[in-house]
């Protein structure tokens, strides 16, 4: 006699298993969710990028701010004010489109007196506020030589000034003014203005619109023997 499956395991062995409809469904899900997944991280790894960029703009900035304050802080006071553009070494002279420091240095490529510039240049990258620096002056002439350099490197850099100057940041504009008379001026707004070292000097730079702190920022430097000075 034929032995008979129990009805309780024929309803289990038609349970058993997916259909090709469930199996289509599932892949479908899965796809959606790798899909979803991938949008999730290639958003986070461009915001880390754009975090990251910003932040090493803020840094580059950070950075520029304290060598422009070295910069000053180091100026050669003893020397005599400029007299006339292109002249003579001076402490600091402002010609319109660069500004020139003697300063006294000491690191490792040798101790003394060296020009550093500062202007607003347009290179490969766009316009970018930038430092330019050269060697220590072992005499005089090499002094003069450099003062020089430093007025015309704006407008014609050369190959050996390109590995002098840093890229510092983007920016549209720039404005220097003196503090003197208990006032900030126009560097050449007074007749005596070529006779008398100021006793300040304020940075105005106007970052690009795509920059984190974009719009002007204003930076006073105050020299540390000017007394009652007002900023």
Same mark, same amino acid.
């Given at each position: ?13 038609? #349970? ?23 949008? @999730? ?5 461009? #915001? ?11 840094? +580059? ?8 304050? +070295? ?40 101790? @003394? ?8 240049? =347009?290179? #490969? ?11 220590? =002056? ?15 490197? +704006? ?27 208990? #006032? ?8 005596? =203005? =070529? ?30 023997? +000017? ?5």
């Amino acid at each position: 006699m034929p032995r008979q499956v129990p009805k309780r395991q024929k309803a289990g062995s038609k #349970a058993s298993g997916f259909t090709l409809v469930e199996l289509l469904v599932a892949l479908m899900v899965m796809a959606l969710l790798s899909l979803m997944s991938w949008r @999730g991280l290639d958003a986070m790894g461009r #915001a880390q990028t754009q975090t990251q960029a910003r932040a090493d703009t803020l840094q +580059a900035l950070s950075n520029g701010l304290a060598q422009w304050g +070295a910069d000053l802080d180091a100026m050669a006071d003893d020397l005599p004010p400029a007299k006339s553009i292109n002249t003579t070494p001076a402490p600091m002279e402002w010609n319109g489109q660069v500004l020139r420091i003697t300063r006294y240095s000491n690191t490792a490529d040798g101790a @003394g007196l060296r020009v550093i510039a500062w202007t607003l240049m =347009a290179d #490969a990258e766009g316009k970018a506020w930038q430092r330019w620096q050269s060697p220590v =002056a072992s005499t005089r002439a090499d002094l003069q030589q450099f003062w020089t350099r430093a007025g015309t490197w +704006a407008q014609s850099p050369t190959p050996a000034d390109l590995t002098r100057q840093v890229r510092i940041v983007d920016a549209t504009d720039w404005q220097i003014f003196y503090f003197r008379g208990d #006032a900030w001026t126009n560097p050449g707004s007074s007749s005596d =203005a =070529a006779a008398t070292n100021p006793d300040g000097v304020r940075l105005q730079l106007t970052l690009p619109p795509n920059h984190p702190l974009a719009g002007k920022l204003i930076r006073d430097w105050i020299r540390p023997t +000017a007394v009652g000075s007002k900023s």
